[in-house]
């Protein structure tokens, strides 16, 4: 059996004399907004958490030229620049379930590939339209996407032929349009935030505490679906927009 890939972000570095915390990395689904727009994602759908973190993440961008040819021409023809492409982000999910030995690992599976496919609430207004994602992982947290591919292969099964282990290839695309928490130039990850929820909170509390502006609550209840801000779930996640995503003050 492999050793399990565990990498720490930046979040998860030890405090002086303490032991280093683990950020579990998962993948957030959320509903397509309902404008059907490239804007702000709708509200939480599901999560699929990683067994493990990841070893390493591989993030791709390219840019688009054209070149036109003349026949009979000794040379080539000036290149024109097309655009910038999406950026990519390719990482690989290990699961296992030697210790049980039951079907988890074949409903992660499936859990992904239900990533390509009309989400239920969209399938039913005919529009059919897959869940958006959102990878988490401590600071590299923001990387809005739709799953443009999974390759499953599965490694081990029982002696009655249910897979017990299995390696998952997952390509996510970058949505078009400057969306928050990233820099559609260098396709960097980063800039959004995740706050965990705990007893006292309240969206202008979050909201002065990291905007310095509590009236800045809006985009937190937006960013995350919130109907009623007077009540957050204690345990739950909030994402919270980078300030560039805040709109300007009048």
Not at 6 to 26: D, I, T
Not at 105 to 126: I, Y
Not at 146 to 160: D, E, H, I, N, P
Not at 173 to 199: D, Y
Request: net charge neutral.
């Amino acid at each position: 059996m492999p050793s399990s890939p565990v990498a720490f972000s930046a979040a998860a570095q030890p405090k002086a004399g303490g032991r280093p915390k683990l950020e579990r990395a998962y993948l957030e689904l959320r509903h397509p907004p309902s404008d059907g727009a490239a804007s702000t994602p709708g509200p939480h759908l599901d999560k699929i958490e990683f067994q493990f973190n990841p070893k390493e993440l591989s993030l791709a961008k390219s840019a688009k030229w054209e070149r036109k040819t003349a026949r009979g021409a000794k040379t080539a023809g000036p290149a024109e620049f097309k655009g910038p492409e999406p950026s990519k982000l390719t990482l690989e999910m290990f699961f296992d379930a030697t210790d049980r030995q039951d079907n988890r690992v074949v409903k992660a599976v499936e859990q992904l590939f239900s990533c390509c496919v009309p989400t239920d609430r969209t399938h039913s207004k005919q529009q059919g339209v897959p869940p958006w994602v959102i990878f988490h992982w401590g600071g590299l947290t923001g990387f809005v996407a739709y799953v443009s591919q999974v390759q499953a292969k599965y490694t081990l099964f029982t002696a009655g032929g249910l897979p017990i282990r299995a390696v998952c290839q997952v390509t996510l695309e970058e949505l078009s349009g400057e969306l928050g928490g990233q820099n559609p130039t260098s396709g960097a990850l980063a800039a959004r935030r995740v706050h965990r929820v705990v007893a006292g909170d309240t969206l202008a509390l979050l909201a002065w505490r990291e905007y310095g502006d509590p009236t800045a609550w809006r985009a937190i209840a937006e960013a995350n679906g919130i109907d009623d801000p007077m009540r957050l779930r204690p345990g739950s996640e909030l994402l919270l927009p980078a300030a560039e995503e805040l709109p300007e003050r009048t």
